[in-house]
């Protein structure tokens, strides 16, 4: 059986987080997304909510499951016998830290594979990051989270409410 670990912060789950799931679901048997757990105040979600909404974002998908783990990836993977790992790569900057990631996780873990899906031309600018910055703004990011994460970005983010659309995006 091929197992493969998509780790990350998810902070929050995006679109573009879960055009990586559906393309990395299709190629192995067992997907588990691995949300990393970081102490209170350091994420805008706490780790049981990111779980919580990834899981709810990838009920549909039945290879997939959703956990959280903190320390090493490739412990992560080991522990769930996963030989693959996912990353996702929106643009060439991501390439240098992702390369430099991918060696060490080599050095660890000599068994463990790092695979790299492109990120879908729709989502090449979304980010997590960006989607919480923008969002904290006031800017209505509905198009690019599921329903479920807008509605829980406009509980953090009340001016949401409100926000109309910029650029074409809604």
Same mark, same amino acid.
């Given at each position: 059986?091929? !197992?493969?670990?998509?780790?990350?912060?998810? =902070?929050?789950?995006?679109?573009?987080?879960?055009?990586?799931?559906?393309?990395?679901?299709?190629?192995? =048997?067992?997907? !588990?997304?691995?949300?990393?757990?970081?102490?209170?105040?350091?994420?805008?979600?706490?780790?049981?909510?990111?779980?919580?909404?990834?899981?709810?974002?990838?009920? &549909?998908? &039945?290879?997939?499951?959703?956990?959280?783990?903190?320390?090493?990836?490739?412990?992560?993977?080991?522990?769930?016998?996963?030989?693959?790992?996912?990353?996702?790569?929106?643009?060439?900057?991501?390439?240098?830290?992702?390369?430099?990631?991918?060696?060490?996780?080599?050095?660890?873990?000599?068994?463990?594979?790092?695979?790299?899906?492109?990120?879908?031309?729709?989502?090449?600018?979304?980010?997590?990051?960006? !989607?919480?910055?923008?969002?904290?703004?006031?800017?209505?990011?509905?198009?690019?989270? &599921?329903?479920?994460?807008?509605?829980?970005?406009?509980?953090?983010?009340?001016?949401?409410?409100?926000?109309?659309?910029?650029?074409?995006?809604?």
């Amino acid at each position: 059986m091929r !197992i493969a670990l998509y780790p990350g912060r998810f =902070d929050p789950v995006t679109n573009g987080h879960l055009d990586i799931v559906e393309r990395a679901a299709s190629i192995f =048997d067992k997907l !588990i997304v691995a949300v990393y757990s970081v102490q209170e105040g350091a994420a805008l979600f706490t780790t049981e909510e990111r779980v919580s909404m990834f899981a709810r974002a990838v009920k &549909p998908m &039945p290879n997939v499951s959703v956990l959280s783990f903190d320390g090493l990836v490739v412990d992560m993977a080991r522990e769930n016998n996963a030989l693959f790992l996912v990353r996702g790569i929106r643009a060439v900057t991501g390439f240098e830290s992702e390369f430099d990631m991918a060696l060490m996780n080599k050095k660890m873990a000599p068994e463990i594979e790092s695979v790299y899906l492109m990120a879908s031309i729709e989502h090449l600018f979304v980010s997590a990051s960006r !989607i919480r910055e923008v969002a904290r703004l006031g800017f209505n990011v509905e198009s690019l989270v &599921p329903s479920h994460v807008w509605t829980a970005l406009q509980e953090k983010f009340p001016s949401l409410t409100s926000a109309r659309t910029m650029g074409g995006l809604t």
